[in-house]
Each structure stands twice: as structure tokens, then as C-alpha cells.
């Protein structure tokens, strides 16, 4: 396959090309300021760029399906930070839909087997089979017949 590196690279490059023209068509009369240029380098090289290149390099290491779950739980994060760096209110719904959120993404990626969950019946011992079936039958059965 391709390197993680390679993916995350050409998927950004892909995106700043298609997102360049709406960009500069709606480029403010104020030019930033040098504190707005650094915050816009840092989050593309952090946030953007670093995120990519650990997610490509999750799906080469786990496979699509299971890194794909990692995007299920991204808006509990982003409740659970809202909360804690922006003062956001934490409420009681956030909190179940957050719940149901990550109970579903560990129903199916695997981390929960609901198997485990159900009753299963256990198989009659021997003891109690031998009881209630004879030990020989009278019954005669037919012959077997080559198949075809």
C-alpha cells in the first residue's frame, strides 16, 4: 500500500488546492495580524497535519473499518472539551447521546460482544439424555445413497 505519510499529504494538498480559490476570494480588506498567521500555521500543522498523519497511519496499522470508528466519537470529545476549556454546559442528554454514542462504537468494532450478554441454554448433560432417550432404537433407518 501507500505510506501513511504520502496519503495524509496528498489529502491535504488536495484540500488547500480546492479550498485556495473560495479563500482568496473572500480575503478580508485587513490583511491578519501576525498573531492570526501563527495560530493558522499552527493548527494546520498540529491539528490538521498531525491528525491525518496518525489517522493514516491507524488505518495501516488496524484496517479501515476499525479506524473509521475513531471519527464515531469525535463529537463526544468535542462536548467533553467544550465543557472543560470553554465553560460549556454538560448536560444530562449530552451525556446519555454521549453514552449511546461510544456503547455503539464498542458494539462495533468489537470491544463489546453482545454474545456475552445473552443467555445462552446449556446443552442437556449426557445423564439426563440417556434418561429420557432409549439406548437402542427400533426405529429402522433407511440406507444411505450415493450422491450423484
Excluded at 3 to 29: E, I, K, N, Q, Y
Amino acid at each position: 500500500g501507500v505510506a501513511p505519510r504520502t496519503l495524509a499529504s496528498g489529502s491535504l494538498l488536495g484540500a488547500a488546492l480546492v479550498f485556495a480559490l473560495p479563500g482568496f476570494a473572500a480575503w478580508p480588506d485587513t490583511p491578519p495580524g501576525v498573531r492570526a498567521w501563527i495560530a493558522i500555521v499552527l493548527a494546520g500543522s498540529f491539528c490538521t497535519a498531525g491528525t491525518a498523519l496518525m489517522y493514516f497511519r491507524l488505518i495501516e496499522r488496524i484496517g479501515p473499518a476499525r479506524a473509521l470508528s475513531v471519527t464515531f466519537v469525535l463529537p463526544v470529545f468535542a462536548a467533553l472539551y467544550g465543557t472543560v476549556f470553554l465553560g460549556e454546559p454538560l448536560t444530562l442528554r449530552t451525556v446519555l447521546c454521549g453514552a449511546i454514542v461510544v456503547l455503539g462504537t464498542a458494539l462495533a468494532v468489537g470491544v463489546l460482544d453482545p454474545a456475552r450478554f445473552t443467555r445462552r441454554r446449556a446443552a442437556p448433560s449426557p445423564a439426563v439424555t440417556s434418561a429420557v432417550t432409549p439406548a437402542t432404537s427400533t426405529a429402522r433407518t433407511p440406507p444411505e445413497t450415493p450422491p450423484p
